[in-house]
Each structure stands twice: as C-alpha cells, then as structure tokens.
C-alpha cells in the first residue's frame, strides 16, 4: 500500500506545464518525473485495472477488469479468457490455446505494486507488457529508456484474435481503465480522452494498420473483433484473418457446461484479480492526430 501527495496540493504545479498524462499524474502522485516513478505509475494503474482498488487513499470504488459486471445491461466475465478456461490464447497456431495468466501469484503480488512473484510466469510477461504499451499509449517521455523498458508484446489484433470480444466486454475494460484511473485522481477530461482513444484505436472490426508503438510501425490493432463490433469506417476485413470473423474460443475442458477450475483460485480470490490496460496512441490511420493534455489521441473521422 502507498499513500500520495494530495492532487489539490500539486494541481498548480503540474497545470503551468504542457505534459503528457503519464508525465502529468506521475509528477502530481509520485513527485519526481523520472522513469522510475513513470514506471511506477502505470504499475499501480495496470494492477488496479486488473484487481481492483487495492491502494489508498482512492476517489472511488474499481471492481477490476477480473470480477464479473455489467456493461449497459449486458453481463461480462473476462476471467475465463486470464485463467485458462478458455482456449483463447494466441500462440501462433490456427486456433487458440488455453493459458493460465494467473500463475504468478495471483492478486498477491499485483498488491505489493508486483507483476508477478516470478519473472517465468505468463503472469509477468503478460503484466510488464500492459504497463509497458499503455505506457506508449499515456506518451511516458521516459518510455523505452532504462527503468521504462520498451512494449515487447504482439500487436493488439494477434494478441486478441482468438477471444471474439465483443463490445460489452471491451467497453467493460475501458471502463473499468476509466475508473481506475478516476480513483487516482485523473480528471474527468483526461479519463474521456483516454477512453475515446481506447475505443477509436481498438473498438472497431477491421481496422485499418495504424501506428501505436513505432518501433513496431503499423500494425493491425482491432480488439473488438466479434460481429457486434462496429465495422471500422476504414475497414481492411481482408488484412485479418478468416476476412475479419472471429471464431468464438472453446473451453479448455469438454466438461459440457461446466466451468473447469484451472486456477485454484477461490471465486472471492479470483474475484479481487482483474486485466490491464490505458492510453491513448499515435495513429497514422487519417493522417491526422490531435494531441489532448499531451496524449495522442487518435482522431478517425
Ligand atoms: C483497450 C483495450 C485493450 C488493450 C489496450 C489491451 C492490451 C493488451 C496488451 C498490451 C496485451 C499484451 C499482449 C502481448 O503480451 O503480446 C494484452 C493481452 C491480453 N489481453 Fe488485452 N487489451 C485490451 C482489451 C482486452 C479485453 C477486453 C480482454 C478480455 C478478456 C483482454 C484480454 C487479454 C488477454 C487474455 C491477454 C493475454 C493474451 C496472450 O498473452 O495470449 N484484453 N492486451
Ligand atoms: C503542448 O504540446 C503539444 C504537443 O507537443 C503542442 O502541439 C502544443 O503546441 C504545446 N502547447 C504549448 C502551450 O506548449
Ligand atoms: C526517480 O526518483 C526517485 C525518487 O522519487 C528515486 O528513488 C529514483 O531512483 C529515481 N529514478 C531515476 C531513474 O532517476
Ligand atoms: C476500494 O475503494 C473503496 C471506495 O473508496 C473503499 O471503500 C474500499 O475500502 C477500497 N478497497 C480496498 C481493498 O482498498
Ligand atoms: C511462479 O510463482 C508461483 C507462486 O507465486 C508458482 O506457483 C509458479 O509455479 C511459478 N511459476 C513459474 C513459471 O515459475
Ligand atoms: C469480408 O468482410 C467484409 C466486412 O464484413 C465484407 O464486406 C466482405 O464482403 C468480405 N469479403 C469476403 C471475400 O468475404
Ligand atoms: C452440448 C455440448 O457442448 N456438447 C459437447 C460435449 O463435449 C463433446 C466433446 O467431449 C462435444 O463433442 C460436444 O459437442
């Protein structure tokens, strides 16, 4: 657990100066915007996106990205695309595989301000990743120099393309993003801004290649990938794979219907273990982007 400087306290400081949101939050929460502390601040947003609010003091509430909810009406569990009980993950293969994400300590860590208790685990690679991308996403200045490694993941389309997200369950992420960053302090504005770059980058079917990490250059990014996605204004169906229709993941155990218990985890502990992610990115896919409060935003139509 830690505790912060009061934002009212910092507000003066930090609104005098043109920064991104990482640089912005880092300098109000942590003090010195070194990358360090920029590091730090995207580790405490990830771990909170994924388990829930485990720090103080805290604005608000934040279920976590790991406990069931509800997006407009609908109900969401992502839990079974983390603990492997869905054969959801990409491992290079035509269809998904099942993997545990959640094997590196669980929750337990993630509240120590930890990836994860072992750096073998997919729990680690999985973790680092996030804070290191929505680190890109937030525009760290100190991203990609020592202390603020570079992302090492996939693209955003390849890492996803076996789930079939659908709008309710990434518009569930995004929320709870949004909430997680709320209860840091992040102002209404940034938290929007953050959202609506999040949703244009990665709430579309077919999206075009667009730059997110530039040493990756562009890549394809649709997260949202089930039919009930919105088809991007610029769609590119052909560019992903089967033309852009996702295939709904099977279960790891043919139990038929019930759920297989891969984790260990008790449902109140499992309950308390979320996802990631935050940001927003440079995007190419219009030739224009609009810095917002020192985020890239990307603006698509
Ligand atoms: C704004 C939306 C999202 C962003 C920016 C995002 C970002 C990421 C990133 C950076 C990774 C790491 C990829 C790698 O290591 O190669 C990842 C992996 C993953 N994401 Fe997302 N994600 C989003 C939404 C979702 C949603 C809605 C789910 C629903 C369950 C999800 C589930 C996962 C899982 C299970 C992995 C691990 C994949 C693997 O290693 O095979 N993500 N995501
Ligand atoms: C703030 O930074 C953005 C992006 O670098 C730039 O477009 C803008 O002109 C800057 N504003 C000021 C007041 O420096
Ligand atoms: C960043 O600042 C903190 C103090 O807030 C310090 O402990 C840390 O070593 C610094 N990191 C770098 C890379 O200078
Ligand atoms: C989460 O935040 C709520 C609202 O501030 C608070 O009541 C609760 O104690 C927090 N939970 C944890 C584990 O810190
Ligand atoms: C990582 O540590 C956890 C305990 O925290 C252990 O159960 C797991 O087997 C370890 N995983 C690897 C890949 O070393
Ligand atoms: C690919 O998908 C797009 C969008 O759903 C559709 O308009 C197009 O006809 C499809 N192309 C083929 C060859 O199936
Ligand atoms: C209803 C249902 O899901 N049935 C499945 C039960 O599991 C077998 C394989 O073990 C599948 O072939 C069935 O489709």
Do not use: W
């Amino acid at each position: 657990m830690r505790s912060f400087k009061s934002l009212a306290l910092m507000g003066c400081a930090v609104a005098a100066q043109n920064m991104s949101v990482c640089d912005k939050y880092t300098t109000a929460l942590l003090m010195e915007n070194n990358a360090t502390n920029q590091y730090t601040l995207l580790t405490l947003l990830v771990n909170t996106v994924v388990i829930g609010n485990y720090t103080q003091p805290n604005k608000n509430a934040v279920p976590g990205i790991l406990a069931k909810g509800t997006y407009e009406g609908e109900d969401v569990n992502l839990l079974p695309y983390f603990d492997g009980t869905l054969k959801s993950s990409n491992r290079g293969g035509s269809s998904g595989v099942s993997i545990n994400f959640l094997d590196g300590g669980g929750a337990a860590p993630l509240m120590e301000n930890k990836p994860a208790n072992n750096e073998t685990s997919n729990q680690y690679f999985l973790l680092t990743h996030l804070y290191q991308f929505f680190g890109k996403l937030l525009a760290c200045s100190t991203y990609g120099s020592m202390g603020f490694p570079a992302y090492a993941g996939h693209d955003m389309a390849s890492a996803h393309a076996f789930m079939n997200l659908d709008p309710s369950e990434l518009g569930y992420f995004i929320q709870q993003v949004g909430l997680a960053a709320t209860s840091f302090g992040v102002t209404e504005e940034d938290v929007t801004a953050v959202a609506t770059a999040l949703n244009k980058l990665f709430g579309y079917r077919c999206s075009p290649p667009t730059t997110v990490i530039p040493e990756q250059g562009a890549t394809l990014n649709s997260i949202c990938q089930n039919d009930k996605c919105p088809l991007d204004a610029m769609a590119t169906c052909a560019a992903y794979p089967n033309n852009g229709t996702a295939m709904e993941p099977k279960p790891a155990s043919m139990s038929n219907g019930t759920m297989p218990s891969s984790t260990g985890m008790s449902p109140s502990a499992t309950s308390t273990m979320g996802g990631p992610f935050m940001g927003a990115a440079v995007s190419e896919r219009v030739g224009y982007a609009a810095v917002v409060g020192g985020l890239a935003l990307a603006l698509a139509f």
